[in-house]
T-cell receptor, first 114, second 113 residues
Framework: DTEVTQTPKHLVMGMTNKKSLKCEQH?????MYWYKQKAKKPPELMFV???????INESVPSRFSPECPNSSLLNLHLHALQPEDSALYLC?????????????FGSGTRLTVV | DAKTTQPPSMDCAEGRAANLPCNHS???????VYWYRQIHSQGPQYIIH???NNETNEMASLIITEDRKSSTLILPHATLRDTAVYYC??????????????FGQGTRLTINP
């Protein structure tokens, strides 16, 4: 299995809702990432997990709460989002400490906040 | 990560070679050049990487100048499916602890029939 699977593919949520994005990989990668991408812009790094521990938080608002319950799974919990949080949310994974084989990205969850 | 500069957009005819330039004049000795692409509505895809020698794989070739201040990604026979945004990124090969992959603005490549 050489894929990163993200669910759901599309999500529409209200500003008072709580929802979660899910990311799964079975490549044995021990580093996992969340990126946010607005239309016609490059992906922006949000969080990095290394061996299931949060290593980097790029000053992301607390309404985004990441969680890494095990080495294969990464969640992003969403609460009280704003319409400007509407974007494509990408998950990626890589071998810890080894960048030569690149990162593997999922196809993303397209989030719309209404 | 060192900064890269890429043209915002390029066009190429189908079947011709697409040559995408990237300037990375502040690259450090331990930093590699990576290329990713993002086809519309998909996640970025790793293409190739290199340090100072030219590299080739089944997707593309990477030519890095001798002074390492610039590089060119070559898609030898571009097809319509190669239409995408191409990102040039420089970063160390080995990064202990947490890692970052930081994207610049990229080049939007359009392959025309």
């Amino acid at each position: 299995d050489t894929e990163v699977t993200q669910t759901p593919k599309h999500l529409v949520m209200g500003m008072t809702n709580k929802k979660s994005l899910k990311c799964e990989q079975h490549m044995g990668h021990r580093a996992m990432y969340w990126y946010k991408q607005k239309a016609k812009k490059p992906p922006e790094l949000m969080f990095v997990y290394s061996y299931e521990k949060l290593s980097i938080n790029e000053s992301v608002p607390s309404r985004f709460s990441p969680e890494c319950p095990n080495s294969s799974l990464l969640n992003l919990h969403l609460h009280a989002l704003q319409p400007e949080d509407s974007a494509l949310y990408l998950c990626a994974s890589s071998q810890q400490g080894i960048a030569n084989y690149g990162y593997t990205f999922g196809s993303g969850t397209r989030l719309t906040v209404v | 990560d060192a900064k890269t500069t890429q043209p915002p957009s390029m066009d190429c005819a189908e079947g011709r070679a697409a040559n995408l330039p990237c300037n990375h004049s502040t690259i450090s000795g331990n930093e590699y050049v990576y290329w990713y692409r993002q086809i519309h509505s998909q996640g970025p895809q790793y293409i190739i990487h290199g340090l100072k020698n030219n590299e080739t794989n089944e997707m593309a070739s990477l030519i890095i100048t001798e002074d390492r201040k610039s590089s060119t990604l070559i898609l030898p026979h571009a097809t319509l499916r190669d239409t995408a945004v191409y990102y040039c990124i420089v970063r160390p090969l080995w990064v202990w602890g947490a890692q970052k992959l930081v994207f610049g603005q990229g080049t939007r490549l359009t392959i025309n029939p």
